[in-house]
């Protein structure tokens, strides 16, 4: 049975046959979680603190009928997938457990393999379903095939925590600046983790109204308010099993902030005008431009909510911070808008980029980036036009403050480096272009322009 072995899901039997229930716990036991109820209550109960994928469900049990439990089950969990089984075998029998719900309807006996086909096919239906609901949310998101350009410095650090924070599920923070690339490294976490073939789903806390964002997070029954005219999931319940990016938090009503709070320690969530809960487990990541610290000794900001969200802490250092890897950040978003179109970037142009403050992070040099490709009038880009301060100005002001070397001195430095690398690799172009983090075909165009032999 092969779907089984790959997707850990909870099996519910409700049977009064003890013998019959022990047999398929021997069968599913090593596949899945097989749990026992013996009556209609027990089962009930199981379910209002349990997230049930799939029942098993008899039509006679002592205190009533099975098909009876149909409603209450899929109030908890409305994609529970529930296979009616009984001994007396009928249209009307099936046709009424279909109309209250259940998937599909079994016959007493059953075959062993008859039973694993039923089960087979419900785990299935469940994740297509999973995926369809995921895919029209993020229909147009990013396909999440993310990239973090630059390694060096600061960086070096935020790829290690990428690397720890995805083998976990415990909660991570982002911080930093406005346009540093908090959503990139939140991808990164889940699409380099051991999460990455689940859902990732991303929302920004302060693009939607205060009142709004409650019936988003947690999903509404039909009729709760005014416009409510049919039932709709919310953000918690749609994560499930993956990762859920709630990007600025720190604009988190704080009102909600004790609900979210309560649905990290629980994993329950009641939707707006629903009187059942229903079992959520995501892994969250959060992140903010603002100073946390600060907003909790206003108090903005929940403290209990803070140290629960940063049991893993990422800090983003600003461009400015790790400044050499302008070139290879210039080389990705030009490969990338472009694609194999053959656009290039002076040396010169490099080095201006690189005295540039970058109040805007890596966000501002993107745009930059973008907007001088759209403007170019031949191969050759000029981004350093379309910043904020002129070129003449920053320069100036970094050698009248001694802030960085002459733009000779740092070509030239530039130069000896990419000597140096390539003779210690043997003149290998490829091992070259790996090592210095930049592409193949742009080391050869530097050394041309720089005639290193």
Same mark, same amino acid.
């Given at each position: 049975?092969?779907?089984? $072995?790959? +997707?850990?899901?909870?099996?519910?039997?409700?049977?009064?046959?003890?013998? &019959?229930?022990?047999?398929?716990?021997?069968?599913?036991?090593?596949?899945?979680?097989?749990?026992?109820?013996?009556?209609?209550?027990?089962?009930?109960?199981?379910?209002?603190?349990?997230? =049930? !994928?799939?029942?098993?469900?008899?039509? $006679?049990?002592?205190?009533?009928?099975?098909?009876?439990?149909?409603?209450? /089950?899929?109030?908890?969990?409305?994609?529970?997938?529930?296979?009616?089984?009984?001994?007396?075998?009928?249209?009307?029998?099936?046709?009424?457990?279909?109309?209250?719900?259940?998937?599909?309807?079994?016959?007493?006996?059953?075959? /062993?393999?008859?039973?694993?086909?039923?089960?087979?096919? %419900?785990?299935?239906?469940?994740?297509?379903?999973?995926?369809?609901?995921?895919?029209?949310?993020?229909?147009?998101?990013?396909?999440?095939?993310?990239?973090?350009?630059?390694?060096?410095?600061?960086? *070096?650090?935020?790829?290690?925590?990428?690397?720890?924070?995805?083998?976990?599920? %415990?909660?991570?923070?982002?911080?930093?600046?406005?346009?540093?690339?908090? #959503?990139?490294?939140?991808?990164?976490?889940?699409?380099?983790?051991?999460?990455?073939?689940?859902?990732? =789903?991303?929302?920004?806390?302060?693009?939607?109204?205060?009142?709004? @964002?409650?019936?988003?997070?947690?999903?509404?029954?039909?009729?709760?308010?005014?416009?409510?005219?049919?039932? $709709?999931?919310?953000?918690?319940?749609?994560?499930?099993?993956?990762? &859920?990016?709630? !990007?600025?938090?720190?604009?988190?009503?704080? #009102?909600?902030?004790?609900?979210?709070?309560?649905? &990290?320690?629980?994993?329950?969530?009641?939707? =707006?005008?629903?009187?059942?809960?229903?079992?959520?487990?995501?892994?969250?990541?959060?992140?903010? #431009?603002?100073?946390?610290?600060?907003?909790?000794?206003?108090?903005?900001?929940?403290?209990?909510?803070?140290?629960?969200?940063?049991?893993?802490?990422?800090?983003?250092?600003?461009?400015?911070?790790?400044?050499?890897?302008?070139?290879?950040?210039?080389?990705?978003?030009?490969? $990338? =808008?472009?694609?194999?179109?053959?656009?290039?970037?002076?040396?010169?142009?490099?080095?201006?980029?690189?005295?540039? #403050?970058?109040?805007?992070? +890596?966000?501002?040099?993107?745009?930059?980036?973008?907007? %001088? +490709?759209? &403007?170019?009038?031949?191969?050759? @880009?000029?981004?350093?036009?379309?910043?904020?301060?002129?070129?003449?100005?920053? /320069?100036?002001?970094?050698?009248?403050?001694?802030?960085?070397?002459?733009?000779?001195?740092?070509?030239?430095?530039?130069?000896?480096?990419?000597?140096?690398?390539?003779?210690?690799?043997?003149?290998?172009?490829?091992?070259?272009?790996?090592?210095?983090?930049?592409?193949? *075909?742009?080391?050869?165009?530097?050394?041309? %322009?720089? !005639?290193?032999?």
């Amino acid at each position: 049975m092969k779907t089984l $072995k790959k +997707i850990k899901n909870t099996l519910l039997i409700i049977d009064d046959d003890q013998l &019959l229930c022990d047999a398929i716990f021997q069968q599913f036991s090593s596949q899945v979680e097989v749990l026992m109820a013996h009556t209609g209550a027990d089962s009930i109960s199981i379910c209002s603190t349990r997230k =049930i !994928d799939v029942v098993l469900l008899d039509q $006679k049990l002592p205190d009533g009928k099975g098909v009876d439990l149909c409603q209450s /089950i899929l109030a908890y969990n409305e994609q529970t997938k529930i296979i009616f089984i009984t001994a007396f075998p009928s249209l009307e029998n099936a046709i009424s457990a279909i109309k209250l719900g259940a998937f599909d309807y079994l016959s007493k006996p059953f075959a /062993i393999e008859e039973l694993e086909l039923a089960i087979e096919k %419900s785990l299935r239906t469940l994740e297509l379903e999973r995926v369809e609901q995921v895919q029209v949310y993020q229909q147009n998101k990013e396909s999440g095939q993310t990239v973090l350009v630059g390694k060096n410095h600061g960086l *070096s650090e935020v790829w290690r925590m990428i690397r720890l924070a995805g083998s976990t599920n %415990s909660p991570i923070l982002i911080t930093g600046e406005t346009g540093v690339g908090k #959503n990139i490294v939140a991808k990164a976490i889940h699409y380099e983790g051991k999460l990455r073939k689940t859902s990732f =789903i991303d929302i920004n806390c302060a693009s939607l109204p205060e009142t709004l @964002i409650e019936a988003e997070l947690f999903g509404f029954e039909k009729g709760a308010f005014t416009g409510a005219v049919s039932a $709709k999931k919310g953000i918690f319940e749609m994560a499930e099993g993956g990762t &859920l990016f709630l !990007d600025e938090i720190g604009d988190l009503p704080f #009102n909600l902030q004790a609900k979210l709070l309560s649905v &990290l320690d629980d994993k329950k969530v009641r939707r =707006i005008g629903s009187e059942s809960v229903k079992h959520v487990d995501f892994r969250l990541i959060t992140a903010t #431009n603002k100073n946390i610290e600060e907003a909790i000794k206003i108090p903005t900001f929940r403290e209990d909510l803070f140290f629960r969200l940063s049991v893993i802490r990422i800090h983003i250092p600003p461009l400015r911070e790790h400044i050499t890897d302008v070139p290879a950040l210039c080389d990705y978003f030009i490969r $990338k =808008i472009c694609g194999s179109a053959k656009l290039t970037i002076s040396d010169f142009e490099i080095q201006l980029l690189m005295l540039y #403050n970058w109040p805007g992070n +890596i966000r501002e040099l993107k745009n930059i980036i973008e907007r %001088s +490709i759209i &403007l170019r009038k031949d191969s050759i @880009i000029q981004p350093s036009q379309l910043m904020s301060s002129k070129p003449d100005q920053y /320069i100036s002001n970094a050698k009248n403050h001694n802030e960085l070397p002459d733009i000779s001195t740092l070509a030239e430095i530039e130069k000896n480096h990419i000597r140096h690398a390539f003779e210690k690799l043997k003149r290998n172009y490829t091992q070259t272009a790996k090592a210095l983090n930049i592409a193949r *075909s742009t080391l050869k165009r530097k050394m041309k %322009s720089m !005639d290193i032999n």
